[in-house]
């Protein structure tokens, strides 16, 4: 089965940015459509459904006041460390000097600077938060754009 890619607007929609800020964050290799890169005059950018998470997740921290130049720097750690799983993750966000990561086993400082914790952003209802989104604003579409649910033992 191949993976149904989202149009910019429908990204910008469903993670509720605006277009112009998916463009720029495009344009400046924040998030790039990893399905298909606009080339020229009347060409797409498609996202994947990771996108989108990562996107979700960029609008999270930028929401928690991070400027977004430390957004750079915290999600490329992010996506390094943490590979196709960023939404896995507890960001742990001190005003908008300091940002942690909590992978459930480590604790590390993103910033370098982090002197008392006073908000924790857990990462891990990105997802469903997303998933809502897509059903919410294209309840036609929605089985054949979400991934499909993971089955349980006891449903084998």
Known sequence: ????????????????????????????????PSMAEAEGSGSRRLYSYRDL????VIKALLDAGI????????????????????????LVIDGSSSVLVHT????????????GVLNVLPLAGVKE????RIVTLFPETAAAILPPLPIAANDV
Request: hydrophobic letters at 35%.
């Open 1 to 32: 089965m191949t993976q149904q890619g989202f149009s910019g607007k429908r990204t910008a929609e469903i993670v509720d940015i605006t277009y112009r800020q998916l463009d720029y964050w495009a344009r400046t290799d924040l998030v790039r």
């Open 53 to 56: 998470l990562e996107l979700k």
């Open 67 to 90: 400027r977004l130049e430390q957004v750079r720097k915290v999600f490329a750690y992010m996506r390094n460390s943490l590979g196709e799983d960023v939404a896995s993750a507890n």
């Open 104 to 115: 459930g086993e480590e604790l590390i400082d993103l910033l370098q600077n982090g002197q």
């Open 129 to 132: 938060e997303v998933d809502n």
